[in-house]
């Protein structure tokens, strides 16, 4: 139970034993809360508040005035206040991608043609927070930035990355052999020899002043400036980002994309050249997309040609000179559904001539153009007749040929060899320069709609290489074959094999096309209305149309350019029963706005090489066909404003092609037409009309020809005789009846024309309402294309029948509720339909972008004029509801009780979201659902009949949409409640945008924030939260995705009203949220899913970029004033003497004190749900402790980048926020991560400080025997004594993975590096020993974890590939076992068994295992690097990353080093705490161990002598132990590879000796233990130099013989002494290194060596664990067990004069039938050193712990040599000491070894 005991110990804690006693009582189920006890005297002023609840939060603003600001300006100024340019509404320009914008060219518009043209180029309105991110949700301390931030950092020095690389360290070991060879042939011991070498060699720099006496106090000032110096700023920039960067973090909402045109994905096409065999007359061109599976036409055609001058000049008569638009050889298509069907379909046309089109043909198949000498006359004759035809019929065309290109084949085959048909010929040289530029110009942005592609890979158009083709096959036109039907069918019949069209006799022609992935943006290019689009520096270049894409499914992009086109497709025509001449036929297409001929306008777009627009159109004529097909597309400019005589008009004529005389060129034989509006729509679609014989009569344009019109003559009587299809791409036009409806009804009010005419209906003003309101519930029925395409405007308008409820007849109506409806069920719409269009919230983009750049408050438009008649919908039409009239009684709630405790209406948790809805509304408010007006709104009758704007008729605007929209969402109930839950985020984002237009507006963004919205709106915004927060909280396991989704978008409301609201009232708001997910986490089994989801709303809300403000960081925690002070202090536990008002402070800055939370709100409640869920006794919240902590993680790196807190001052204002995390960290230590325990895991000796792997005697016994020795069950030094509790008895608790406990650290070294020194200090003086140990196993645990990996580390994770770290394991474990169970503990404990088993064996062989570099399999905190899923890195980034890790490793060292400072001034100022030190020693001595940076290293070691100047006799009386560790420590690092480490630890090392010296007199204790370090080093590492060592001694020397002070003592003869015999050892040790290779011999010098220390019984035990562990490395168990043996009878020797007990051995008599010459470790011959000496016999294992512990290994080897009977031997002298200790366990343990021991000799007998 010692664990629970230390736990027990809070001293002033409030934290984890509140917790654990709140939530233990809620799970025991009972339902009222338990009494709180008050722990300490820090909360005794306060009614304490369980963490588990939250506090009631200060009233921020109320605040701010009471405490105004002292500081004038400065960064302190801007931490206290939001600054005023906060929010800003920003009127943008939007981008127009034309130089001049699209817009009607009429200056009359209808009022719909106005509201989409307003629509189209209105400014965006944004609401701009322009410190927006500067939160959290935009840290750049994610990867893209950290790199930048990363740039400049200083390169640290590691012994590490130093290791001399193999050939030079040769030469020098060769050298040294050389120089070395003297000792061989000298005796042992030959004195002489041995100085002459260390008199020769250098020794390092000394450091200046050392010797000086210099007063504490200077030197710690001194040593304090140095390490401040040039420290880095930025501890997180150090940090690699956790995981979670990868993804979104949730609290990112992304800026919508700007609405824009739509576009697919785009290919350029040039047309190079066209040439057939002979060259007689003009051809014209077109090209088209289409898509053979939907057979769909998906573009509309390109018009080029490539005619000679010469050819184009035989038409001079008929073509007036050509628009430069119309010479386009370029186009670029839109595709946004590429597959393989599309193709890119080429057809030909030439100038009509007498024969049909197989007569024109043959001479371009039979002819070859290498004849053409040969056939000279007849090419004359043809071009002579060619002149002819052209002459006559210029204005004619016919078909000629065509051919098609499968479109995908050359995007896939371009750049690849095999070549399906003659088709393509890739272009050479230049081009394939140029496509790995182009390639990367993908267009971006277009994910709109990309995901609807079908899967194929190679349907991508962004990325292919240019391809040149040469098509060289053409298909003459078959006559009866025009239609597009034939068209598909020779298209599907393409793709075959054997396809028809192969055995047709081509037309052989070369055609050269370049087809490319558009560029980004192509200069000189025009839209499909020929507009120039930006870039056009040049008028006169030739251009690249834009061509205009009918896309073969729906797309679900909102209009936001003008564009009103008309596309006519005359398809076919029957005059086979017509009376008369009529062959050769012809269509004039005409559009009209009279009857008259000459009211036709130009706006039919022309061809290729003719003017912009012409007043007609004619279609190719086939010969000879009395019913032609025909495959014209004819494209008009339709006006903006049509009337009802806007027609189509079609002329049939006859065309002569043969001169006669007296015959006309062209004969009219019929006329029909369309009307191009039918009741005030747009009229399109497929058309079968009949056709008349003779002119129309006068007023036929407004009617249709299916009309039979008396007196008229008809083709075929009155039947449908000619097809033709129309239609319209529009953005003015819906093509929707309903949303026509709708538009047509919301125009009709803002004009106030009556009756209105919509379809065959004619609605007067008394039905109006009506037929509006069932207008708007039609809506629904809508189709999505069009709801989509319009939704911009469609929105507008239901927003402004909200705010502007309309007089119809004299009477207000109130279409809120109708409208608020439509818009719910519309955005769900939009939801469902289009899943992929949605950001990681669930916001559809559309909607998004609406919001934030197209809404406005509808009266705002900058341009309006002011309200009256004629404005946007005159206010006359519009009143203003006087709201209180009609809102009921219920929704005045006193806001006050609204969200007191005490409603009891509220704190009940109500069983369904409408009881809830109920139980704030009360019950009248649901049954509102009819019209206002009934509900006894004021009669509007005074603005009815009042048409000037009176003075009441100006305030029509003041019904505001946010309060109008709260309103109806708290009291609409069923569907429509569910509707706009579902989409909640849509209705909150609208909500804020409304109220921040309606502040700046109204010019209230300065005002004070209580006095900006009325209370009744904040009452409805209240009822609002609250029953969100119950749905949440009632629905969050049926509706998950739903739940997760509102539970986000209120969090992201809240967020947005800190902005603009009464910060208190949000707060209150934050506290009722919590209040319900509380009372309802308690009563759950599983609290985990509800508990995730509040974290998110807090991480949410927390992201605010004024978070900091948010805290009033500036707020000193004052406690109210207490009544009788004397008595708090007398019950206060804390430490008595520091007066109790400041003790109070201070304990309520580093406490989740109810004052801290009230004042720090934010961070109160982010710390409260750290400590909640971080306690162990927490159930079921085990898998969020990654989420907890990273939110902290996340908060904290975004503070330390902010520039807004790089001052030092302020940073440590943000710090104080997060004091209280330093003491949640330390109730955690049991649970954190081990990361001392990765180097133990190593096989490493656990008997020696952890990270000298190679340096001790101890390293070659494996982790087992190490533990036994130490004489505990769990390694000694790796732990500070406090791990020890936790870990022997067995961790209950879950750990946490190396990730999670990682962050935690690190977000610990954060605060203590920016926190107030001083307030710490004062802090520290508070704990108590218990609590201060706990913070030092914290600091050591930061040690480990943060060590510096290596260089060579990282390159070996760049190459294991398959090395998967094990932290994934731990996460999988986390997630399978939720939270810790009987398995958990099970897999735990195998998980240690599988990491302690290699130790023996594996790691054994001391290959270059200086640096443990490939230990790093087991190393988990480098989860980091596992890289295994990506490419390997090169080898900058390796550089790179082992130079962040190198200033992490240093200045997490160097907070670690400052903190402990602050410790020992503590102790300084206490005197109290001088148990704390051995503490601080730890953690120091254990750095020291670590992988450390020079830079660091000079610290440290100044830390180091500045203690043991201060506390000499704490080293030499108490932690003797500590001391033989740091003497190792030093030489260690005295045989540095760099000079500065070296002479840093030389000077400490000197001074030790100095202090040991002046304290006694004689300095035995330190140089017994260098003597022993020096063994223990030199014997064991094998990359050990000595020549580094032997500098070192020399610096050593050298300090002696310059130390004035001790000149006359003693002291610089023994440090000769000294010095003279470590180099001795050092000497003996170079022998050893030279037969390393020959284990034989290797063992026999061990042995000599260990002989030679015969008399130094701790260097003696020190080489022969040496050599057992060599022994047992090479799995020589028995001669291990006869070492141990020895070992154990050494000690057992200088037992017996230490301690008289019986039931210990002898000596080494006892063990004589075990080993027969073990009596050779008596302690007898003279010289043998008393054991009380001063620092002998002082290592652990002269106890009878270690004697125990050096036995029982012996047993285990002897166990596993099959040495059976000695087992027994070894056990006759265990068991009387256990017996004597009365130890059942171990015994039991002992029997059962025995027992095995004798089965198996009886095995071994029998068989």
């Keep these: 139970m010692a664990e629970r005991r230390a736990f027990a110990q809070k001293i002033s804690r409030t934290v984890a034993a509140e917790v654990r006693k709140q939530i233990s009582g809620q799970y025991g189920g009972s339902p009222q809360l338990l009494k709180n006890l008050n722990i300490g005297g820090s909360v005794s002023h306060h009614t304490t508040v369980p963490l588990t609840e939250a506090v009631d939060p200060v009233d921020l603003e109320d605040y701010l005035i009471a405490h105004p600001i002292a500081v004038e300006s400065g960064p302190l100024r801007d931490l206290l206040e939001f600054p005023p340019d906060d929010i800003e509404v920003v009127h943008t320009p939007r981008e127009c991608r034309t130089l001049v914008s699209a817009v009607p060219e009429e200056s009359e518009m209808d009022p719909h043609v106005r509201d989409c043209v307003r629509s189209y180029t209105e400014d965006w309105a944004i609401v701009n927070r322009k410190y927006h991110k500067l939160g959290t949700g935009f840290n750049p301390n994610t990867l893209d930035k950290q790199k930048e931030r990363q740039k400049g950092l200083p390169k640290q020095i590691f012994e590490s990355d130093e290791a001399p690389d193999g050939n030079s360290y040769q030469d020098e070991q060769d ?116 898509d053979v599976k939907e057979k769909k036409k998906i573009s509309e055609n390109f018009y080029f040609d490539l005619n000679s001058e010469q050819m184009k000049g035989m038409l001079r008569p008929h073509v007036p000179p050509a628009a430069i638009s119309t010479l386009a050889r370029s186009a670029i298509f839109s595709i946004t559904y590429p597959s393989q069907d599309v193709f890119l379909v080429i057809k030909l046309e030439k100038v009509l001539q007498q024969g049909d089109i197989g007569e024109c043909a043959e001479p371009y198949m039979i002819f070859k153009e290498s004849d053409a000498a040969k056939n000279k006359e007849k090419l004359e004759k043809l071009k002579c007749q060619a002149e002819q035809f052209c002459q006559r019929l210029g204005k004619y065309r016919m078909p000629f040929a065509w051919t098609a290109i499968h479109l995908m084949n050359i995007v896939s085959s371009a750049g690849s060899l095999e070549r399906d048909s003659t088709e393509v010929e890739v272009g050479t040289g230049e081009r394939k320069g140029s496509w790995s530029e182009r390639r990367n110009s993908s267009i971006v942005g277009r994910r709109s709609l990309e995901r609807t592609t079908s899967g194929d890979e190679a349907c991508n158009l962004t990325s292919f290489r240019p391809a040149t083709l040469t098509v060289t ?368 919230h669930g916001r559809n983009s559309l909607l998004a972008s609406y919001i934030y750049y197209v809404f406005r408050l509808p009266n705002t438009y900058p341009n309006s004029p002011s309200p009256g008649p004629g404005g946007l919908g005159g206010s006359v039409h519009y009143a203003t509801m006087a709201r209180s009239a009609v809102r009921p009684a219920s929704l005045n709630l006193n806001r006050s009780r609204s969200l007191s405790n005490s409603n009891p209406d509220i704190s009940g948790t109500p069983t369904s979201p409408d009881d809830e809805v109920r139980s704030i509304i009360g019950s009248k408010g649901l049954d509102r659902s009819n019209s206002w007006v009934n509900t006894g709104g004021p009669k509007a009758a005074p603005w009815g009949s009042n048409p000037s704007p009176s003075a009441e008729s100006t305030q029509v605007v003041s019904s505001l949409f946010h309060e109008e929209l709260a309103l109806q969402w708290v009291v609409c109930s069923g569907s429509v409640r569910e509707a706009a839950l579902q989409q909640a985020w849509f209705f909150f984002e609208l909500m804020v945008k409304s109220m921040v237009h309606h502040l700046y507006f109204a010019d209230k963004l300065d005002a004070p924030r209580k006095n900006r919205f009325p209370e009744r709106f904040m009452d409805d915004v209240t009822a609002l939260v609250s029953t969100i927060a119950g749905d949440i909280v009632s629905r969050f396991q049926k509706d998950t995705e739903m739940v997760e989704r509102l539970n986000t978008s209120l969090a992201f409301f809240l967020n947005d009203l800190l902005s603009i609201m009464d910060r208190g009232f949000v707060f209150m708001l934050i506290k009722t949220c919590y209040k319900q997910v509380s009372s309802k986490l308690y009563s759950l089994t599983n609290p985990s899913n509800l508990a995730s989801l509040r974290l998110d709303f807090l991480r949410i809300i927390c992201s605010h970029e004024h978070y900091v403000t948010l805290n009033l960081p500036c707020s000193l925690l004052t406690p109210p004033a207490s009544p009788s002070p004397s008595v708090s202090s007398a019950t206060s536990q804390s430490s008595g003497f520091s007066t109790n008002v400041q003790d109070q402070k201070i304990a309520n800055m580093f406490e989740l004190s109810v004052p801290f939370r009230q004042q720090h709100y934010l961070a109160g409640l982010v710390l409260t749900e750290l400590a909640v869920i971080l306690d162990p006794d927490a159930e079921g919240l085990f898998g969020l402790h990654k989420k907890v902590i990273n939110m902290v993680h996340n908060l904290l790196s975004s503070h330390d980048s902010d520039p807004r807190y790089a001052d030092p001052q302020v940073k440590a204002r943000v710090a104080m926020l997060y004091l209280p995390l330093i003491g949640v960290i330390m109730e955690t230590v049991p649970q954190l991560y081990d990361f001392t325990e990765s180097h133990n895991q190593r096989g490493r000796p656990s008997c020696v400080a952890v990270d000298d792997y190679e340096s001790e005697g101890g390293s070659m016994i494996s982790q087992t025997v190490a533990m036994a020795i130490a004489g505990t069950s769990v390694p000694q030094l790796t732990r500070p004594s406090s791990f020890l509790l936790t870990s022997s008895s067995g961790r209950q608790h879950s750990t946490f993975s190396t990730e999670s406990s990682r962050s935690l650290l690190i977000c610990l070294l954060w605060v203590l590096k920016n926190a107030d020194e001083s307030v710490l200090q004062k802090w520290f003086t508070d704990l108590s020993v218990l609590q201060l140990n706990r913070l030092l196993d914290l600091l050591y645990l930061c040690v480990s974890c943060f060590e510096y990996k290596g260089k060579k580390v990282f390159e070996r994770m760049n190459s294991l590939t398959f090395k998967k770290s094990k932290d994934m394991r731990a996460k999988l474990e986390e997630a399978i076992l939720g939270s810790i169970g009987a398995r958990q503990e099970m897999v735990r404990r195998s998980r240690g068994q599988l990491e302690r088993s290699p130790s023996g064996s594996a790691f054994g062989s001391q290959e270059n295992l200086r640096w443990r570099k490939d230990m790093t399999h087991w190393r988990q905190n480098t989860e980091k690097l596992d890289k295994s899923h990506k490419p390997a890195r090169s080898r900058a980034e390796i550089e790179h990353e082992a130079l962040i890790d190198g200033n992490l490793a240093t200045e997490a060292n160097l907070i670690i080093l400052d903190t402990l400072e602050i410790v020992v001034q503590t102790v300084s100022v206490t005197e109290s705490k001088e148990s704390i030190l051995g503490g601080v020693l730890k953690v120091l001595l254990h750095s020291m161990a670590c992988n450390q940076s020079a830079l660091y290293l000079q610290h440290c070691f100044a830390t180091q002598r500045a203690l043991v100047s201060k506390f000499p006799e704490l080293l030499f009386e108490e932690e003797t132990e500590q001391c033989a560790d740091l003497c190792l420590r030093l030489l260690r690092h005295c045989s540095s590879s760099i000079s500065t480490i070296r002479s840093h630890a030389s000077a400490s090392l000197y001074l030790l000796m100095r202090q040991n010296f002046e304290i006694g007199n004689n300095f035995a204790r330190v140089k017994m233990q260098v003597t022993m370090s020096l063994s223990s080093l030199v014997g064991t590492s094998q990359n050990f130099n000595e020549e580094f060592l032997r500098r070192s001694l020399k610096t050593i020397l050298t300090y002696a013989e310059e130390d004035l002070e001790l000149r006359e003592t003693t002291f610089p003869d023994q440090v000769q002494d000294l010095v003279f015999n470590l180099h001795m050892i050092l000497s003996d040790t170079v022998k050893m290194k030279e037969h390393q290779e020959d284990p034989e011999m290797l063992i026999d010098l061990m042995y000599r060596i260990a002989k030679g220390y015969q008399n130094s019984p701790d260097l003696r035990l020190t080489w022969l664990q040496n050599m057992a562990g060599k022994h047992s490395e090479r799995s020589n168990h028995a001669e291990s067990a006869q070492c141990l043996v020895h070992s154990a009878a050494l000690v057992a020797e200088y037992l017996s004069m230490l301690e008289d007990r019986k039931y210990l051995p002898v000596g080494c008599v006892t063990f004589q039938n075990i080993s027969s010459n073990v009596l050779e470790e008596s302690a007898v011959s003279d010289d043998v050193v008393s054991p009380d000496e001063e620092g002998i016999c002082s290592g652990k294992y002269f106890t009878e712990a270690g004697l125990v512990g050096l036995l029982e290994q012996a047993a285990a080897s002897f166990s596993m040599a099959g040495m059976y009977e000695a087992v027994n031997e070894v056990y006759k002298v265990l068991i009387p000491i256990h017996e004597a200790n009365r130890d059942a366990k171990k015994l039991s343990t002992i029997h059962g070894k025995l027992q095995e021991a004798f089965s198996k000799i009886v095995h071994q007998v029998t068989f």
Aim: glycine share 4%.
């Design 473 to 840: 096959n053409f298909f003459k036109q078959e006559g009866d074959r025009l239609s597009d039907e034939d068209l598909y069918k020779f298209l599907a019949d393409m793709r075959r094999p054997s396809s028809v069209l192969r055995r047709l006799r081509p037309i052989t022609a070369q055609l050269k096309i370049d087809i490319s992935p558009a560029p980004e943006n192509p200069h000189y290019c025009l839209t499909p209305e020929l507009l120039q689009v930006k870039l056009y520096p040049d008028s006169r270049v030739r251009p690249t149309r834009e061509i205009l894409e009918f896309p073969a499914r729906d797309v679900y992009v909102p209009n936001t350019t003008y564009r009103n086109l008309l596309y006519v497709y005359p398809q076919s025509l029957n005059f086979a029963n017509r009376q008369g001449s009529a062959r050769n036929i012809t269509v004039k297409v005409q559009f009209m706005y009279g009857e008259d001929p000459s009211n036709a306008m130009p706006v039919i777009f022309g061809k290729s090489s003719c003017p912009e627009f012409s007043k007609e159109a004619y279609t190719a004529v086939v010969y000879h066909n009395r019913s032609p097909d025909f495959h014209e597309e004819i494209k008009i400019k339709l006006p903006a404003t049509l009337t009802d005589h806007h027609h189509l008009l079609f002329t049939f004529y006859h065309v002569s092609c043969q001169q006669k005389q007296n015959t006309p060129l062209e004969t009219p034989v019929g006329y029909t037409w369309i009307p191009m509006l039918q009741n005030g729509r747009l009229k399109t679609g497929q058309f079968c009309l009949p056709v008349s014989l003779e002119k129309p009569p006068q007023a036929y344009s407004v009617l249709s020809p299916e009309v039979p019109l008396p007196g008229m003559k008809w083709v075929d009587n009155h039947k449908g005789v000619f097809n033709v299809e129309v239609v319209a791409v529009s953005s003015l036009h819906t093509q929707d009846p309903y949303l026509d409806k709708f538009f047509a009804l919301v125009h009709a009010l803002d004009e106030h024309m009556f009756p209105v005419r919509i379809g065959d209906m004619r609605i007067m003003e008394n039905n109006l309402e009506n037929e509006l309101k069932s207008s708007i519930s039609a809506l629904n029925s809508s189709q999505l294309e069009p709801v989509v395409r319009f939704l911009h405007l469609l929105l507008d308008k239901l927003i402004l029948l909200v705010v502007r409820p309309p007089v119809i007849a004299g009477q207000i109506v109130n279409l809120g509720q109708a409208s608020f409806e439509a818009m719910a069920s519309i955005i769900n719409r939009l939801h469902k339909n289009l899943d992929g269009n949605q950001d990681q």
């Design 175 to 290: 050298d040294l052999k050389r120089r070395s060879m003297s000792i061989d042939d000298t005796p042992r011991g030959s004195w002489a020899c041995s100085i002459f070498d260390l008199k020769n060699s250098l020794p390092d720099a000394l450091l200046p002043n050392l010797l000086d006496r210099t007063p504490n106090e200077e030197i710690d000032h001194h040593n304090e400036d140095q390490r401040k110096s040039s420290r880095h700023k930025e501890l997180f920039a150090l940090h690699p980002a956790p995981d979670e960067f990868q993804e979104e973090p949730i609290e990112r909402l992304s800026v919508p994309e700007v609405p824009k045109e739509h576009f697919g994905q785009r290919l350029l096409v040039k047309c190079l050249s066209l040439k057939f065999e002979i060259e007689i007359e003009p051809i014209f061109a077109s090209l088209a997309l289409y």
